[in-house]
């Protein structure tokens, strides 16, 4: 036989063995080894969604019960007994309170939806003569900042009042108990003050601290010369990015009450908003 035959005799062989081996490799990768790491990989996947639910579940018990219907929606929270919610002047106490120690998204729910602002408390959050109240119930004028300041003041993270400003109404400059208007507001926050801080949220790196700050129930605000609103924890993550800023989702009192609506409706521009964050 000659050499360059036997040499392809050889190589065919060899080609042979090589393809066999190759389907004894496959043959065992396929029956053993990947029915196995498909079961090992459902038993980790099965593992993490249950130790989620007993986190979740552990968490809901940690809660009181009207807290987590409260935060599931505005109808089931607990009436607000507080007199002061007749009319925007005074300060008000209500049922679901909150503090940094305690922090969690389903308070900041709660907190926000137990003062129904799109359905309730018209007198405290609708400007006189259109929410159909007496003469008195609070100025002509919308009533944004005391929304937010009552949402604020339920999560420990307080927003000035008038008076604590000195710009109190005529005779009660240094004790006027309405929560100060947003243009107050607005100049009180961009000065650092009351632990609250300015971020950028047209930067990701902002807007990822944004949204994992709101997600861990603490408390964000968005803030311009004429109007302030609450930041809710709940986001649309598909529809907001660095660069679509007005989808942040809001609560408001003001020209239109909302209780989650987008930061671009609520504000109608996103020039000159702010956003601040609180611990």
Not at 119 to 131: I, L, S, V
Not at 194 to 204: E, S, Y
């Amino acid at each position: 036989m000659k050499l360059p035959t036997l040499i392809r005799i050889c190589t065919l062989a060899a080609l042979a063995v090589s393809l066999t081996a190759c389907d004894v490799a496959r043959s065992f990768v396929e029956q053993q080894v990947l029915p196995r790491a498909k079961e090992e990989l459902k038993t980790a996947a099965n593992q993490v969604v249950a130790n989620v639910k007993d986190e979740v579940a552990a968490k809901i018990e940690e809660l009181e019960p009207e807290t987590f219907s409260c935060a599931a929606d505005p109808a089931l929270c607990p009436e607000i007994s507080d007199p002061g919610m007749g009319s925007a002047w005074l300060q008000v106490v209500a049922p679901i309170q909150n503090t940094p120690d305690r922090r969690h998204l389903l308070y900041y729910l709660g907190a926000i939806n137990q003062f129904n602002v799109e359905k309730k408390y018209e007198c405290r959050y609708r400007p006189y003569p259109g929410n159909n109240c007496a003469l008195g119930t609070g100025p002509e004028e919308t009533r944004c900042n005391i929304f937010a300041g009552d949402v604020m003041r339920s999560l420990g993270a307080a927003l000035p009042t008038k008076g604590e400003l000195g710009l109190g109404a005529a005779g009660h400059e240094n004790d006027d108990p309405m929560t100060a208007n947003a243009a107050s507001l607005n100049t009180w926050l961009l000065a650092g003050n009351g632990g609250w801080r300015r971020i950028d949220p047209a930067l990701p790196s902002d807007l990822d601290l944004l949204l994992a700050h709101v997600r861990a129930g603490k408390p964000a605000l968005a803030s311009r010369s004429d109007h302030i609103a609450v930041i809710r924890p709940d986001q649309f993550l598909d529809s907001l990015s660095a660069d679509q800023i007005g989808q942040l989702r809001i609560a408001q009192a003001g020209a239109i009450n909302d209780n989650n609506t987008s930061l671009e409706n609520g504000f109608g521009t996103v020039d000159s908003v702010q956003i601040y964050i609180h611990d």
